[in-house]
């Protein structure tokens, strides 16, 4: 009997070992299922320094990147952080302080389907103690650029239509060395000065751009007018010799270029019309309406200008004095009429050439001065005094300094902010194996 109670008690302190873990787990706190993942929450900008990306695709949806893995090292190579884009495409990275780092895109996380061209990495110069920010280029495919040909098409038009513009100036020019062997330095003032009175007509008073050059056509023939009465014929009158009338032109150029920058300012301003116009293609050459129409004018008026200086009897005389100012005065000429005439054709022609510069680019107080260079370059070629050397020499170098640009096989190309200095290479070049130029008289050397 004894026994048989401690059997008892044994067998129930064995179920009481048994049954009070499971009670316990039975009464104690269920473990949670599973459950799907939450949102992320957006990233928010740490404190002080970091760099900041957003993905977002720049096809037609615009949709932002999340999920995908960026890392920010310093320009040495050491890591400093790494951050993945949440559901707004956003990741801050912290940076100990402001310097170079290099912030990489790891391209394998982003989705399926998504494009990326470039470079996966960039560089970042985190100046600011707050946000510093990289972009990469996320749905936009890399296209390949116009081929040589094309290019070569479109450098030769621009460089006709350039050649043309210099054509003008560099006509009027030649007319005036011409008939008083005047080498006039003040010349690129009068292209400024028609590219000012284009933008005052059109935008003070409202003209349209046609009209606004025909104004400033006049006008630059009113100041060549003015020019001669006032200024070159009281110097010519009392015997003044050629040195110290181009030294007088110099000093003139320098206060009308001192005028322009007073009144006008130094900002670059545009016309009210053809500022911005789409190329349309004519088959291997793309132009816009507006460089068509500068094409033209040109061509138009300097083969009027031609056909008036060989035709007529005004074109006559101006070609007298020009050989020989005595014999013309002996013969019954007005010397100074013709002269005075010269100079209103002159300047009125380069005021044309202002206009349309104008009208291809934009008005600056400077315009007229950069480009003295390469008209006197043009008229050099050409042969000094000669009519049509100076239309045969701006358009070598019209051609030359767009051409010039291009990337041809071994030739490197000439950098656009210098674009000039190939054709004053081909002036040396061609001055060195005719030095009276490609259409003058070696007579009028020296």
């Known amino acids: 009997m004894r026994l048989t109670s401690k059997v008892l008690v044994s067998a129930f302190l064995a179920c009481l070992v048994v049954l009070v873990p499971l009670g316990a787990s039975a009464t104690s706190t269920p473990t949670p299922s599973a459950s799907p993942t939450a949102p992320t929450a957006p990233a928010t900008p740490p404190d002080g320094a970091y760099i900041g990306v957003t993905l977002q695709n720049s096809g037609d949806d615009k949709a932002p990147i999340p999920g995908a893995t960026l890392s920010v090292a310093s320009s040495s190579g050491t890591e400093v952080g790494e951050a993945v884009t949440d559901p707004n495409g956003r990741a801050f990275i912290a940076i100990p302080e402001r310097g170079s780092y290099v912030v990489t895109l790891d391209t394998d ?120 009465k006032f200024l070159w014929k009281p110097l010519r009158s009392k015997g003044i010799g050629i040195i110290a009338m181009m030294i007088v032109s110099i000093g003139f150029g320098l206060l009308l270029r001192n005028v322009f920058q007073y009144t006008f300012g130094g900002s670059r301003e545009s016309l009210s019309q053809y500022v911005n116009q789409t190329r349309k293609s004519y088959g291997p050459f793309a132009l816009a309406d507006k460089e068509i129409a500068i094409i033209l004018v040109s061509i138009v008026v ?130 060195l194996i005719r030095p009276q130029g490609i259409l003058g008289r070696a007579e009028r050397i020296g």
């Open 109 to 228: 996380t982003l989705p399926s389907g998504i494009q990326f061209a470039g470079s996966n990495k960039r560089t970042v110069d985190a100046l600011l103690d707050g946000g510093n920010f990289a972009q990469f280029q996320i749905g936009v495919v890399e296209q390949a650029g116009p081929s040589l040909g094309e290019r070569f098409a479109g450098a030769m038009v621009n460089g006709v239509k350039f050649g043309l513009i210099i054509a003008l100036a560099a006509l009027g020019l030649s007319l005036i060395f011409g008939t008083t062997k005047l080498t006039n330095f003040a010349h690129g003032e009068i292209i400024t000065f028609g590219a000012i009175a284009t933008y005052v007509a059109n935008r003070a008073f409202g003209l349209p751009v046609i009209l606004a050059i025909v104004v400033a056509v006049l006008a630059s023939a009113a100041f060549g007018w003015l020019q001669d």
């Open 302 to 431: 300097l083969t009027v200008t031609c056909v008036v200086l060989m035709k007529t009897r005004l074109g006559k005389s101006m070609r007298a004095v020009a050989d020989n100012p005595a014999l013309s005065a002996s013969s019954g000429l007005r010397v100074d009429g013709v002269v005075r005439s010269v100079w209103v054709l002159g300047c009125a022609l380069t005021g044309l050439a202002g206009g349309l510069l104008a009208v291809n680019s934009q008005v600056n107080f400077l315009m007229g001065f950069k480009l003295l260079l390469l008209v006197f370059a043009a008229v050099t070629l050409g042969g000094l005094g000669t009519i049509w050397g100076a239309l045969v020499g701006s358009m070598i170098i019209g051609i030359m300094v767009e051409v010039g640009t291009l990337q041809i096989g071994i030739w490197p190309g000439v950098p656009s902010s210098i674009k000039e200095v190939g054709a004053l290479v081909v002036l040396i070049l061609i001055l």
